[in-house]
């Protein structure tokens, strides 16, 4: 009994390890999304870059040099809600939470683009108009920190007061606490949400 829970341990400790590889900078021979990475996305949200639908929670692949479009030539997606309320007003962010990496973010939320007062007939075309609060930084994750998240979020406005980043907010894209933000202008819920999870284009 005893050697079986000796090698119980080890086996343990041995699956731990290799987990901890795949997450944090190791590269699996097929990359799928785990059960929690794909429950987050919800609502219909819907990107398109020049080369790469998503309109659900997915793993860019390496194919096409995807990876490398979304990092160094891709500008801002269209996004698309068919949901949207024509009169309504919306905001947009974007974030990474695992800056520098999923296992030691340190810096998250890292905030790569935020867009208020979109109105809703803009966004059921796909088109992104609105006050831009931060301009949209392509997907650029460091080498050696594996798979980073981005995560989109859609809210629907309530009242008529302006949006606006605090001056503490504005001099720094790391270390963002969207959850503050979200507060501070009773945007409550995400109505959508939508991510896709993209490492080093080099790896």
């Keep these: 009994m005893q050697i ?10 041995l699956v731990a390890s290799e987990l901890f590889h795949l997450v944090c900078g190791g590269i ?16 219909g949200l819907s990107l398109m870059y020049p080369g790469l639908a998503v309109d659900r929670c997915l793993v860019v692949p390496r194919e096409r040099s ?15 809600w068919e949901h949207a309320e024509k009169e309504k007003r919306y905001t947009l962010m974007m974030v990474d939470p695992d800056t520098p990496s999923r296992c030691n973010p340190t810096k ?35 080498r050696g920190t ?42 409550g819920r995400p109505l959508a949400a939508l991510q896709f999870l993209t490492r080093n284009a080099a790896e």
């Design 4 to 13: 079986s829970m000796h090698l119980l341990r080890i086996v343990s400790v």
């Design 66 to 80: 995807l990876r490398e479009r979304l990092s160094s030539k891709w500008g801002a997606p269209q996004v698309r």
């Design 28 to 43: 699996s021979a097929e990359e799928t999304l785990s059960e929690s990475d794909a429950d987050f996305c919800h609502g």
């Design 108 to 142: 998250s939320h890292w905030r790569h683009w935020l867009v208020v007062d979109i109105v809703g007939s803009d966004l059921r075309k796909g088109d992104v108009k609105g006050s831009v609060l931060s301009g949209y930084r392509r997907p650029t994750p460091p």
């Design 146 to 187: 594996g798979l980073h998240r981005y995560q989109f979020m859609l809210f629907e406005q309530q009242g008529s007061g302006p949006l606006s980043l605090s001056c503490e907010e504005a001099s720094s894209l790391g270390t963002w606490d969207p959850q503050a933000f979200v507060k501070r202008f009773r945007l």
